[in-house]
């Protein structure tokens, strides 16, 4: 799939997200440069954490248990 408004393919929009399970924090890791911005939404759709991602670690301590969906934003495209 590519994102026709950015010339980019899913290909190369590859992420890992290490530790999975988690329990109090994961890495983002893989080809999508400049990161900007997280959210996580639990399986109801509700927006459970938005921030600012700068290299490192993401603190998930104070989510409950479960599945998340992640969201992960730079300047001009969203991944999920």
Do not use: M
Not at 27 to 43: N, P, Q, Y
């Amino acid at each position: 799939l590519c994102d026709w408004s950015s010339d980019v393919c899913s290909s190369d929009l590859e992420l890992r997200i290490l530790p999975n399970p988690a329990e109090d924090y994961i890495t983002i890791e893989g080809g999508f440069e400049g990161i900007s911005s997280v959210d996580i939404f639990d399986l109801y759709g509700k927006n459970v954490y938005h921030g600012q991602y700068e290299s490192g670690s993401l603190d998930i301590s104070s989510l409950a248990s479960g599945d998340y969906i992640l969201r992960v934003t730079n300047s001009s495209i969203s991944k999920s």
